[in-house]
């Protein structure tokens, strides 16, 4: 497998591609890593050293991987935070050109905007150009609570608010793929409080994964788990799977890093998790 992937990076610790681009490898698949920034570390530190790349620059590495005649083997693109205008602009780029050079590839989309803790954290437009440009391109897309409310417009805080929430976004995406979605971070008032829930909608049908609440406040897990379900929807052709593969291994991660106390995801050292999830977790239709 063979997947294009678009995002930020941080030398230190696990956000971005550096979240996202070590799991898929250790699945196996090949990575081509195109980085929208390089900084020290992620921004939740509260300062940081490093550079915001252009769009042109990012346009530019992808038409070099382009020249290798590789996007006819490119399975997948994968795409996640958005800096600017740009940015997104390149990634439409890469994204015309992998599928003229394979039809079939599919396009993940993680609308990152933002979460229920932070609030939005994008600069003004990207909620935009992810509603108007990058959603109506994509074939999967991953949101959080917070993110599908701001997209659609509708409130999650019910089960059924989830669903039409998932319905409306699903409706926003090309529909010459799997128009599948996977809803992160949900928790609604049949959420125990002692847990968090997941949400898949393929084909007509709704599953929720629901796993134990870890205690700890950590960045990097949405760009994992995004990565994760992209690999696993495409190896086995079922967003329940996915959802079951991906959650299980992210839960696994998070817990190894609950327990060392880590502020850093523990993306190597709990490397297991991804090929084999120490606690496997079964989704259920809803």
């Given amino acids: 497998m063979h997947i294009l992937s678009i995002q930020s990076w941080v030398s230190y610790g696990h956000v971005g591609n550096a979240s996202a681009v070590f799991p898929l490898q250790r699945l196996g698949a090949e990575v081509w890593a195109v980085n929208t920034v390089q900084f020290s570390n992620h921004t939740g530190y509260g300062d940081w050293t490093g550079d915001v790349y252009s769009g042109q620059s990012v346009r530019r590495l992808v038409d070099g991987i382009a020249a290798r005649d590789a996007f006819t083997r490119c399975d997948a693109v994968l795409s996640g935070y958005v800096g600017g205008a740009d940015i997104g602009d390149a990634i439409l780029h890469a994204i015309g050109s992998v599928r003229r050079a394979n039809p079939a590839a599919t396009y993940c ?146 817990r190894r890093t609950a327990e060392a106390g880590s502020r850093e995801i523990l993306t190597v050292a709990a490397q297991d998790e991804f090929v084999s999830p120490s606690r496997r977790f079964a989704a259920l239709p809803c």
């Fill in 109 to 254: 989309c993680d609308p990152v905007i933002g979460d229920v803790d932070t609030g939005v954290y994008v600069r003004p437009g990207i909620e935009d150009f992810l509603r108007d440009q990058a959603l109506p391109a994509a074939d999967i897309a991953t949101p959080n609570r917070f993110e599908i409310e701001r997209l659609t417009g509708l409130d999650c805080h019910t089960l059924h608010g989830a669903r039409q929430a998932v319905l409306r976004l699903r409706s926003m995406l090309r529909m010459d793929g799997p128009a599948c979605v996977l809803l992160t971070s949900l928790e609604t008032d049949e959420t125990p409080g002692d847990c968090i829930d997941m949400l898949t909608f393929e084909a007509g049908h709704f599953h929720l994964l629901r796993t134990p609440r870890l205690d700890l406040a950590i960045n990097g897990a949405g760009d994992a788990v995004a990565a994760l379900f992209l690999f696993h929807r495409l190896t086995t052709g079922s967003a329940v799977a996915a959802l079951e593969a991906a959650g299980s291994s992210v839960y696994g991660l998070l």
